[in-house]
């Protein structure tokens, strides 16, 4: 008789870029109660600053050697090069996880990893427990993710040409179609009216049943996050995409750079360069880690738009290059040495 085995459950955790992502895995890990579980990370660029954060949890139940980083190249477009191997290998070791956490860059469209789950190669092995989408509800809230409904409407009307949203609100209606659980994170930032308003734009834009949780840094258990039990490979019917009639699609409406950024005074004058530079030239996002002269800790430098939080998050490492590193993310066209001559002088 064949034995049976039970297929190990993944999350796929979805959300534009900066919605806080990282911070809900960070948690998820940190109160995972023993279970065996491993991460996927993807970013969008060559430099794995999310990989770092998460690698600096020290819990035993997540250690580094199943947190794996996936950089350069969306993994909705690169499955079969990048996360079929990448799961394969976690799959394979010797205590193999008893469940996988994706977290895929801000601009990947889920839908494409959910198909992947139906690949024979992985099939039989694992069912996606569920997609979860992280939203920034304050950048909803200041219009980040829409055009203006009457503008779009008028632009519409005068061209019958026109298919193709603002990409942003393309990219998040897509996080959101796929979703099983929809995280508003950063309710902190919006009023009680806010909240109920971007909850019904969610149920608007989703159209069936999915729930919506209003969180704070995103703070939601493991318990909330897993065992959602979806198998959404099986149900992608219900989870439309702007892509769907696509043969395939790209990033190209994106682009990202690094800045490598020498030791810094203090960070207030450096999250005012940051501030100066963003608002200057419409950056998305900008995140990294960065040396302040005299300090032991490294510090986290995290801008979505014009929101700028740093925080000191870890000692130096013996040995370990102090060269600060910021990665900038933005819509095509952004000015690099402009910005590098903003932001480091």
Known sequence: MTKSFAKTPCTIVTGFLGAGKTTLVRNLIETANGRRLAIIVNEFGDVGIDGDILKGCGVPDCPEDRIVELSNGCLCCTVADDFVPALRSLLDQKEPPEHIVIETSGLALPKPLVQA???????????????????????????????????????????????????????????????????????????????????????????????????????????????????????????????????????????????DVPAQASPD????????????????????FVEIAGKPLRLLVQAVGSRIQHQFERPWRAGESRQGRLVVIGERGLDAAAIQSLITG
């Open 117 to 259: 789950f139906n690949w024979p190669e992985i099939a039989t092995r694992v069912t996606v427990d569920g997609v979860v989408a992280v939203v920034d509800g304050p950048a909803v809230v200041a219009g980040r993710f829409a055009d203006d409904p009457e503008a779009l409407a008028a632009q519409r009307a005068s061209d019958a040409s026109l298919d193709h949203d603002n990409p942003l609100e393309e990219v998040y209606e897509d996080q959101l179609l796929c979703a099983d659980l929809v995280v508003m994170n950063k309710s902190d930032l919006m009023s009680e009216e806010q909240r109920k308003n971007v909850a019904a734009e969610i149920a608007a834009k989703v159209q069936r049943a999915v729930k919506v949780i209003a969180t704070e840094h995103g703070k939601l258990s493991a318990s909330v996050l897993l065992g959602l039990g979806a198998a959404a490979e099986g149900d992608l019917a219900a989870r439309p995409s702007h892509h769907d009639n696509e043969a395939e699609h790209d990033h190209d409406d994106f682009e990202s750079f690094v800045l």
């Open 269 to 288: 004058a450096l999250v005012e360069r940051i501030a100066a530079a963003v608002d200057a030239h419409d950056v998305l996002r900008v995140k990294g």
